[in-house]
T-cell receptor, first 114, second 117 residues
Framework: GENVEQHPSTLSVQEGDSAVIKCTYSDSASNYFPWYKQELGKRPQLIIDIRSNVGEKKDQRIAVTLNKTAKHFSLHITETQPEDSAVYFCAASIGTGGGNKLTFGTGTQLKVEL | GAVVSQHPSWVICKSGTSVKIECRSLDFQATTMFWYRQFPKQSLMLMATSNEGSKATYEQGVEKDKFLINHASLTLSTLTVTSAHPEDSSFYIC?????????????FGPGTRLTVL
């Protein structure tokens, strides 16, 4: 089955700096890669996703890049703010069938310090 | 759109009792719902995949007789933790996949915090 690795496990940045979180996946058939932000005790919230037919996607301060050859994808947050502090999870999914599941990375605790 | 609710948001029960958790898609039809368990400071671990009108598919290591899943309609799935024990204490989160969506985009419920005494 699919295996997703995520690094780093913790990341501290100063307010205004950029943050980068990286994930690798094992199954070349994966075609959907979402990123979730989870605050303590709350639901994961989709912040951005990318499909295998594109290499980069951007939404304001957030961007995701995908390298299918190397089987890795990254989340980039620019101009970080204290409210960006949370746990971020990457995930990968194979195919388009109704029962296909998401495989999650182990998470990155991001702390944005003033 | 794409709102998923869960009930209850938290529950405390005695060891040996059963607990039912409901997951509802409020403004869309969900052919597939997923149940996850999340322990403190860990990732989401998929327990089972639930398809409307059919039996759930459980992940390896998840006891189907202990975690009963029912997906009776396109907007409701339930998870029943039978004979709960303290080691079942966790954060249970459901998600739903919109009917007709071409990719595996999932919308998550707010989670249910289960504490077994």
């Amino acid at each position: 089955g699919e295996n997703v690795e995520q690094h780093p496990s913790t990341l501290s940045v100063q307010e205004g700096d950029s943050a980068v979180i990286k994930c690798t996946y094992s199954d070349s058939a994966s075609n959907y890669f979402p990123w979730y932000k989870q605050e303590l005790g709350k639901r994961p919230q989709l912040i951005i996703d990318i499909r295998s037919n594109v290499g980069e996607k951007k939404d304001q301060r957030i961007a995701v890049t995908l390298n299918k050859t190397a089987k890795h994808f990254s989340l980039h947050i620019t101009e970080t703010q204290p409210e960006d502090s949370a746990v971020y999870f990457c995930a990968a999914s194979i195919g388009t069938g109704g029962g296909n599941k998401l495989t999650f990375g182990t998470g990155t605790q991001l702390k944005v310090e003033l | 759109g794409a709102v998923v609710s869960q009930h209850p948001s938290w529950v405390i029960c005695k060891s040996g009792t059963s607990v039912k958790i409901e997951c509802r898609s409020l403004d869309f039809q969900a052919t597939t719902m997923f149940w996850y368990r999340q322990f403190p400071k860990q990732s989401l671990m998929l327990m089972a995949t639930s398809n409307e009108g059919s039996k759930a598919t459980y992940e390896q290591g998840v006891e189907k007789d202990k975690f009963l899943i029912n997906h009776a309609s396109l907007t409701l799935s339930t998870l029943t933790v039978t004979s709960a024990h303290p080691e079942d204490s966790s954060f249970y989160i459901c998600s739903a996949r919109r009917r007709g969506s071409s990719y595996n985009e999932q919308f998550f419920g707010p989670g249910t915090r289960l504490t077994v005494l």
